[in-house]
């Protein structure tokens, strides 16, 4: 057995030397963790064939145990990184803790009983064996393997459960050295055997394992990634730390900023150059903002350089700052382009609608002038009220009795023309009738109102802006309102009238008093204010009061302008 124990501790360490020649660019932790462990066990089972006395033995047991502490806690944890599931630091910490304390204890029973009550040496034919009494505290190495295996046991269930991809070689590998060790542990100790085979089982695994790395590898997208990266990928990165000292970069990063070559790790990237002097700005933003990127020139080429911070930590906090640059000749020239194409395209956007709109234009006033034409009583109503509007609002803007803006106010002007479109669909007796209404005559005439709001949406939906037509409709359909409620086409009272049509409201009474119809004189100007400004609360807004005396010279003389 010394011979054969030996034979597996060369065999152990020649796998040592073969992993540490393979040159890995990124070291699995847990693989390398077995690889060192099985030579140090094995070791303690050679020698412990040699031995003569109890207290040798003892010590020998030191390392044996770490198989059932160390190298099966380890294996484990490789089983949950093939399965996919992220370790804790914290989680590491509360098991190794426990297997150092495991540990200890036989350490501590080199010198007392309190792990193995007594050892007896046996010689035989194939070396030494050993005989142990246990020992009180020899019930805590039982406690440990009984809660290694339900471990083992629910990631052998979650992997039949798990859904998501994962190695299955790498798993099964595990899973079989795994559970025949501790199948093997539990027999050997009903049996009670002079000489364990274990050391033959943890010198296949070891093999197994070194010669699965390459395979395990390819499954892990982390490595490859990084591999592809390093060697092929088209993209610069540059770490620099909080202090803005250089930290690392791969190849590319040098041929988009040629100033790292010459730059020395741990030491702070100088201004002076203009990419250091980019890189230096991007960090600083990205410190204020979690997120900085531009666009920069070398030899010629565009690049795109993104600065984020990166945490190798799993609590998250930034250890410094990533830069990612990558060639964007290709991505502006196409950028470009298509801003030239939605330039033009925007241009004739615009030309096409303002043609639709100077068209939908001409169509209402059209359609105002041939309702003039039909009405008798109104003649040049509907470019008198466009204009004394704009003296109205502009007005209301200079005085700030309503905050409007310089749209809001355009639009009232604008959409002025429409509010007696209505009238297009009122006979033409009832319209030019120059006397008073009868109360059916009245309640035809009313209808308009709402027939002009009517024809607005039926007109400018779809052409003119949302905000317009929505102003355009209010004017239509209720210029005719009034403060104390009486009015129509629905009888709403004060604010509950849209601003648009009140003020709508004073320029179209206005113009009425104003203006000679057939069944009236055309009133002085005295009148007409003393009739405006005693409507003010009552048919009109009394906010308006202030606006009508403020421009009432400008109106008059409008007037006088256009007898």
Known sequence: MTIAYGACLIVSAAVFVYMAQRNYSSIDTNYWMIVILVPIVILGYWLKTQIESTETAAVLFCFIYLDSTFLITTALFAMMHTLGFETKPWMKLVVYSIACVHVAIVCEGVHSSIYYESITIIPTALGSATKMTSGPLKLFHYAFLTGLAVWFLGLIIASLLKKKTYSVRSFTLYAVIIGTGLLVSVSEGIIDVDFTILPFLYVIGDVAIALNYDYAHTHDITYVISSQQKHFGARGYIALNPERKFQSCNGKAIEFMPFIKDQREDERIQPGNEHADLLLELVTTCEEEGFASAYFQTDGMDCA???RPYSLKN???????????RDATEELKNYRIVSVYNETLNAEVEEKTNGIREMQRKIVLGMANMIENRDNNTGGHVKRTSDIIRILVDEVVAQGTFQISEQMAEDIVRAAPTHDLGKVTIDENILNKPGEYTDEEYAIMK???????????????????ERFVKVAFNVARFHHERWDGSGYPEGRVGTMIPLEARIMAVADVYDALM????????????KTSEIMVAGMGTQFDPRMKAVFLGCREQLEDYYRQHA
């Open 515 to 526: 203006s000679k119809r057939v069944y009236k004189e055309a009133m002085s100007f005295e």
């Open 447 to 465: 209808t308009h109102a709402a027939k002009s709001g009517e024809l607005v949406l039926i007109l400018l939906e779809g052409v003119e802006e």
């Open 305 to 307: 350089c993104e600065v």
């Open 315 to 325: 609590n998250g906090v930034p250890e410094g700052y990533l830069a990612d640059i």
